[in-house]
């Protein structure tokens, strides 16, 4: 398994931390990874000097065999990406029509397509039905992205989320709305 340190600055007090960068994240091998994912800690850090939690999503391949999926996280990636991965030759060999692929842009839809995946749904589905109620709903919030709505499940049901990404000043916001 690929691993590289990098170090970046905290912003609570300057001080840089190490941060261990997972090039590829097998949940066969490594399973508490999964949980630490699905709990949001996987990408928090925390600094040794302030005790600040710093998050930091880099490049990611997830994958998990026994269910044949495999998600790639590309933060901030090039338009294009999508177009360069699709155009990559495989070995038939390699090619399992079964095989789960897709590209998310962060931790948040990282966790989303794992969660629909291990309940039976289909995420291209819930992709559609996200592509609606956004489409419904942007007129009253303009500045909402696609990317801000989330298929969410609990105890009580399922449901869709708008979570802004951003607040303007790089801070996550809290859900406000929730689409049964």
Not at 31 to 59: A, H, Q, T, W
Not at 63 to 78: G, Q, S, T, V, W
Not at 99 to 107: C, D, E
Not at 110 to 130: F, N, Q, S, W
């Amino acid at each position: 398994m690929a691993v590289e340190i990098i170090e970046v600055e905290c912003p609570g007090c300057g001080e840089m931390i190490q941060v261990r960068q997972e090039e590829f994240v097998d949940v066969k091998e490594n399973p508490e990874y999964r949980e630490k994912i699905i709990e949001g800690d996987f990408f928090l850090n925390r600094c040794p000097s302030c005790g600040d939690v710093v998050m930091v999503e880099y490049p990611l391949m997830y994958m998990d065999p026994d269910r044949k999926l495999n998600f790639y996280m590309a933060p901030e990636h090039e338009d294009d990406l999508l177009e360069q991965l699709n155009s990559l030759e495989l070995p038939e060999a390699a090619v399992d029509a079964e095989a789960v692929f897709r590209l998310v842009p962060n931790g948040l839809g990282l966790t989303e397509k794992i969660l629909i995946a291990e309940t039976g749904r289909d995420d291209r589905v819930l992709e559609l039905c996200k592509f609606v109620i956004w489409d419904q709903v942007r007129e009253e919030w303009p500045d909402l992205e696609p990317g801000d709505l989330l298929y969410m499940f609990d105890e009580d049901g399922e449901y869709f989320v708008i979570w802004p990404s951003d607040n303007g000043q790089d801070e996550r916001s809290s859900p406000f709305l929730c689409v049964n």
